[in-house]
């Protein structure tokens, strides 16, 4: 996968980022796709479509499309 601002993070960071109000380049503050979080306030809406997109790449070419949650 390429290169993405996107920043791996646990679980409990990402219900912290979802609680607490934080400012954002788009509408989205995390992704989680297979039990991975990502922290990706600091992305335009280009760039996450590019990561959301690689992401599912990824899975599919692992047998699992589609398992992608928006929080």
Known sequence: MRYHKAISITEAEASFLKD???????????V???????????MNTRELNAFLDDLERSH????????????
């Not at 607490?20 to 995390?30: G, H, L, N």
């Not at 796709?33 to 990706?40: A, E, I, P, Q, T």
């Open 20 to 30: 607490e109000p934080t400012p954002t380049m788009c509408d989205c503050i995390v």
């Open 32 to 42: 989680e796709s297979l039990g991975r979080w990502y922290d990706v306030r600091h």
């Open 60 to 71: 599919f070419n692992g047998a699992t499309a589609g398992f992608v949650t928006l929080h």
